[in-house]
């Protein structure tokens, strides 16, 4: 029996990809998206992957003729369906980052990572106010629970991505200096 094996020894076989149809890329970008918010970019390479994978599994496949679909007429259908809309996910994202405390440099390269353009800042957006949520979080400078090393407090800070003089201002002042808006 298979259940009084040790797990090491049960051999875990991959499922074979299907063979590459429309349909199927349809179906499966279809159920990809509804789980997964995406970029074009990153939607592309996950499907790529999948159509690289059932290629080495079937033989003969016309992977190009896919692969054309896929850049051309998928996308497009799923812009249109709503699924892939960079700016709204690059949005939605920012948002996120900022809310977490982190720096606009931080929020800009993490954007370019995920292959979007970031959006402009939000009015009133305050640096300070970010790195002040970025401390509190981490617990660093004014907000530490117990005695730390101010160095290490701007170490970890400077490598969050905020700017010497914004670190200097932060772990400087104490509670009574945090703005109000957060």
Known sequence: ????????????????????????????????????????????????????????????????????F????????????????????????????????LPERSVVMKLRQKGVEAPPPPEGHDEIAAAHLYARRKRLGPYATRARDPQKDLAAMARAGFSYDVCKNVLAGGLEDTPDDF
């Open 1 to 68: 029996m298979d259940q009084d094996k040790p797990k090491t020894d049960r051999v875990k076989r991959r499922k074979t990809p299907r063979k590459l149809s429309e349909t199927y890329l349809r179906n499966a970008a279809l159920y990809y998206l509804q789980r997964h918010p995406a970029s074009v970019t990153h939607f592309l390479t996950v499907m790529g992957r999948k159509i690289d994978r059932s290629a080495r599994a079937h033989h003969g496949q016309d992977v190009e003729a896919m692969r054309a």
């Open 70 to 101: 896929l850049r051309g007429t998928l996308v497009a259908e799923m812009e249109r369906a709503g699924f892939l809309n960079d700016a709204q996910y690059a949005a939605a994202l920012a948002a996120s980052y900022r809310r977490r405390g």
